[in-house]
């Protein structure tokens, strides 16, 4: 099996899953009780809280576990809103292409009466600078734009858009799922104040993530019932998924050079090579992109049909297709950088990881095409288009 | 799995795939922007469908179920192949996923617009409520998704 599906999950490295196994049945003790048992298990969890916010230049008590990125999404708007609706700051900036834990808790906040500016994000995948500014307002409470699309993988301003919400002193989140353990993250130079993350995306357990948030931020709280997290997330901590998270971030971070220069070698072969086919486009600004994302729009063809020969092929893959998402619309991410519809479905995303060969590559190198070949050749869309009764959009 | 060994089958060995140059009848349904689109073609002698095509730009299911129906309309006669449902598409195919239900109906429909595109051309009256009215939300049979 050739997988490249690591936008979706990655696999636990070896030296995670060893760092957590002493979690579930020697160092079990509950990090809330007393007795040195506990206590040691308390140690380790701060130990990893040290250990995730030297990752992001945090401080450990700015870090919070979370069961994920989308918690940590959900939790940091809500508490961003609530923090501008005591100030009678009920307006939100955010972007068209946002993943939906961000896209749907917005939806909730628009219907109890707060306003949201969706910024487009144009063919290239990234916002504009003028059009935030332009976009802010007095009430602005809170600024919400993704480090890095998680299917296009196109990396947005951080930095220049974390300075202008702090010198506007507007709360500035990132959904940092995609990026975090990929691209280098510095939450103080960025001037990030609340920053969410998944382990599950970088090597480490799935069911972790955590959210970062800024010292003076006051936080409310997601669950109520016990001390853990400050007091704010309540329920004994998943020690075990959080040291894992610790070591796989701390490892993605070592390793980041090295493993974004391979996946970028890789990633642009595949661009190169699959380019070639004719009527396809990449999807997404070509260089200020995940070093591991691929995502090409194949006309005439749709994306189920593309995934499944795929995985007949051995190669697991993904699509922004209709069909995928279980609902009539394609990826909303394509149709924000202004792919048709009926272009939008038959889109093939591949997102590499440190363990992605040569090999491999060069083998869907060769299947791909095969198959965007025997689909069109049954497809009326593109006896359309050969007839010229219909027009190429790419 | 998503889909039963009877799609998969269909749908990696679909039959009947292909045009038919000089077909008595051409169909096509669906809409590019829903993300399918069948066409069937069909030759049509003493009232009997004696050969079926098809091209399919669509789904796993879409393709299968555009295989399944030339396959149960094949060498029936056109009163037969009008009687032909989505339902027994589906039952054939030993079901589909609910929300791919409308890959069945779409299929139903591609073989109705064939029939009636043959009896507009022979000039032979039919009922026209019976057809396909190119609106993609008869098929989807949920959000209307309109040009």
Request: hydrophobic fraction near 40%; charge should be negative.
């Amino acid at each position: 099996m050739i997988y490249l599906d690591n936008a979706g999950t990655t696999k636990v490295s070896k030296k995670v899953k060893q760092a957590m196994l002493p979690f579930f049945d020697e160092d079990y003790g509950n990090a809330s009780s007393l007795y040195t048992f506990g206590q040691r298990a308390k140690e380790q969890l701060e130990n990893a809280r040290a250990m995730v916010a030297k990752c992001l230049n945090a401080q450990p008590r700015e870090i919070y576990f979370t069961s994920g990125g989308s918690e940590s999404d959900n939790w940091a708007i809500n508490a961003a809103a609530q923090i501008g609706a005591r100030q009678n700051k009920k307006h939100i900036i955010s972007t068209t292409f946002e993943h939906h834990a961000v896209l749907h808790t917005l939806k909730k906040l628009e219907s109890q009466g707060f306003e949201v500016t969706y910024l487009p994000v144009h063919e290239n995948g990234i916002v504009r600078l003028d059009e935030l500014k332009q976009a802010m307002r007095l009430d602005t409470c809170l600024v919400t734009i993704m480090f890095a699309n998680n299917e296009i993988g196109t990396i947005q301003p951080i930095a220049e858009i974390g300075k202008l919400c702090r010198e506007k002193k507007i709360l500035f989140h990132t959904d940092a799922v995609q990026a975090t353990g990929h691209v280098a993250i510095d939450v103080v130079a960025m001037n990030i104040d609340m920053l969410s993350m998944s382990s599950h995306k970088f090597h480490g357990p799935k069911g972790v993530g955590a959210l970062y948030v800024r010292q003076g931020i006051a936080l409310s709280n997601l669950i109520e019932g016990g001390a853990q997290e400050r007091g704010k997330r309540a329920g004994t901590e998943n020690v075990a998924g959080i040291y894992g998270m610790a070591v796989a971030l701390q490892d993605a971070v070592a390793e980041m050079k090295e493993v974004a220069a391979r996946e970028t070698k890789l990633r642009d072969k595949l661009f190169t090579e699959l380019g070639k086919i004719p009527h396809s486009a990449i999807n997404g600004d070509r260089k200020h992109r995940l070093p591991n994302n691929f995502n090409m729009c194949f006309e005439g063809i749709e994306g189920e049909s593309l995934l499944l020969l795929l995985d007949d092929a051995g190669v697991c893959a993904s699509s922004g297709s209709a069909c995928t998402s279980g609902s009539l619309d394609p990826s909303h991410v394509l149709l924000a950088i202004g792919r048709p519809h009926e272009v939008a479905h038959g889109s093939l995303r591949l997102t590499l990881s440190k363990y992605t060969t040569e090999d491999e590559i060069d083998y869907v190198i060769k299947k791909v095409p095969e198959i965007v070949d025997y689909l069109r050749k049954m497809s009326p869309v593109w006896d359309e288009l050969q007839k010229g009764e219909r027009k190429y959009a790419l | 799995m998503l889909y039963s060994e009877k799609v998969m089958d269909h749908f990696r060995n679909p039959r009947n795939v292909g045009e038919i140059p000089d077909a008595d009848g051409i169909g096509e349904v669906g809409n590019a922007k829903c993300g399918d689109i069948m066409r069937m073609y069909i030759k049509v002698k003493d009232n009997i469908i004696t050969d079926v095509k098809f091209m399919t730009f669509g789904c796993g299911s879409a393709i299968a179920t555009s295989s399944m129906a030339t396959e149960l309309i094949k060498g029936k006669s056109l009163d037969e192949a009008l009687a032909l449902t989505n339902q027994a598409v589906v039952e054939a195919l030993d079901g589909l996923p609910a929300y791919k239900l409308h890959c069945s109906v779409l299929a139903e429909e591609a073989v109705k617009a064939a029939i009636k595109d043959y009896y507009d051309k022979h000039n032979i009256a039919y009922d026209e409520e019976q057809y396909c009215t190119g609106n993609c939300a008869c098929c989807h049979m949920h959000d209307v998704h309109e040009e």
